[in-house]
Every structure is written in C-alpha cells, then in structure tokens.
C-alpha cells in the first residue's frame, strides 16, 4: 500500500524557516517524481514544487522561488521541503504527491499545517 | 498559467441523483485532464486522469469526459460518502494548476 507521512509543521514566526519531511512507503521511491502541494486555509490548491526521481532537477513556483528548496533522499525514500524566509501568506497545508507518468499526482500524505504568523 | 474556471462553485443534490460537474481550461489542454475528491479534513484522492481513466478502486459511478477546453466529471447515482469538494488539474502545461473546486452536498 502507498503511504506519504508528511511531518514538520507548526507554527512559526515571518522571516524564520522550516523543514518539512515526507516519509514514503509501499512502493520504489526512486522510481518516480515527488512534489509538494499546498492548499490556504478556505482556498484551492496549488503546485509548489517538483523533484525528478533522481533529484538532479527541480521546479518551483514564482512565489518560492529562491525561498524554498525541494530535496529528496532516495536512501531514506523521503522528500523534503526547506523553507526559508517565510511570509504569512506561506500558511497552509502542506501535501506531498506522488508523480506517476501516466496517471499524475496520484497518491497524496495526508497534509501538514505550516501557520507563518507573529 | 493555464486558468481553470470550475461551476458550479456548490451543488446540492439528492442521493441517487445523476451529477455533473463542469471544468473549463483557458486555452486546450489536450485532455490531460484530471478530477480528484477531498473530503472534509482529508487530503485529495484521483478520481480520474486523462479525462476519462478510472484511477485504482474508484467506483464505476465516476466517468469523465472532455476535450480541448471543456470536461465534465459525472457521477450517476450520487451516494451520501459523495458529499466532498471536487477539483479539476490540468497537467497539459507548466505549471500544473488546479480548478477552485465545486463543492458538492446532499440535498
């Protein structure tokens, strides 16, 4: 069975960084490509980042660009996402996915809240 | 971006009720074309890729179709553990974006 358990979250002040993890099990984590997707309190959901199966390429939306790094350790079959100088516009919650080439974003962790406030 | 435009924004309906949920992408996206569920509290779970492939353990009262800008997420016989958001993905173009959901309840 696919699980992603997603850990890290919590509250933190603007400007500070967090670590969130993602611990896959259940199927060849270096086999596909991750991703992170975060959904705003009451709002829709949105693509953050991307990481290749191999880690040698990855994708950021605009609003993380150069404040978020998406990693993976292949070893430990879990994905990271390092998020540096957060914004109060940064609160949400934060989903793993999993890539599969035909099928897409298809299974999911469960979320983590990242609330970025004072 | 690829903008994707879902209505209704909420339904309600009755069990065993036929439903269908509309997404329109702002330009085409050649069918790649997905529908995930999210209950209350739960993350997302695939429905359907491709416009119309059933993803794993789905029931067979899910269908999609669609082309070019336009699809449609029907359920034939609504049941109570329907009661969910619905969101439409487009993976056509970089970056993949999400469809605002429809929110769907029993009447």
């Known amino acids: 069975e696919v699980q992603l358990v997603e850990s890290g979250g919590g509250l933190v002040q603007p400007g500070r960084s967090m670590k969130l993890s993602c611990a896959a099990s259940?199927?060849?984590?270096?086999?596909?490509?991750m991703a992170w997707v975060c959904q705003a309190p009451k709002k829709g959901l949105e693509w953050v980042a991307t990481?290749?199966?191999?880690?040698?390429?990855?994708y950021y939306r605009d609003s993380v660009k150069g404040r978020f790094t998406i990693s993976r350790d292949n070893a430990k079959s879990t994905l990271y996402l390092q998020m540096d100088s957060l914004r109060s516009e940064d609160t949400a919650t934060y989903y793993c996915?999993?890539?599969?080439?035909?099928?897409?974003?298809?299974?999911w962790g469960q979320g983590v809240m990242v609330t970025v406030s004072s | 971006d690829i903008q994707m435009t879902q209505s209704p924004s909420f339904l309600s309906a009755s069990v065993g009720e036929r439903v269908t949920l509309s997404c329109k992408a702002s330009?085409?996206?050649?069918?790649?074309l997905d529908w995930y569920q999210q209950k209350l509290g739960e993350a997302p779970k695939l429905l359907i890729y491709?416009?119309?492939n059933l993803h794993t353990g789905i029931p067979s009262r899910f269908s999609g179709s669609g082309s070019g800008t336009d699809y449609t997420l029907t359920i034939s016989s609504l049941q109570p553990e329907d009661v969910a958001t619905y969101f439409c993905?487009?993976?056509?173009?970089?970056?993949?974006?999400f469809g605002a959901g429809t929110k769907l309840e029993l009447k």
């Open positions: 491709n416009t119309n």
């Open positions: 259940g199927f060849t984590f270096n086999n596909y490509d």
């Open positions: 990481i290749s199966y191999d880690g040698s390429s990855t």
């Open positions: 330009q085409n996206i050649n069918k790649y």
């Open positions: 993905l487009q993976r056509n173009s970089w970056p993949d974006t």
């Open positions: 996915a999993r890539s599969e080439l035909i099928a897409g974003w298809d299974y």
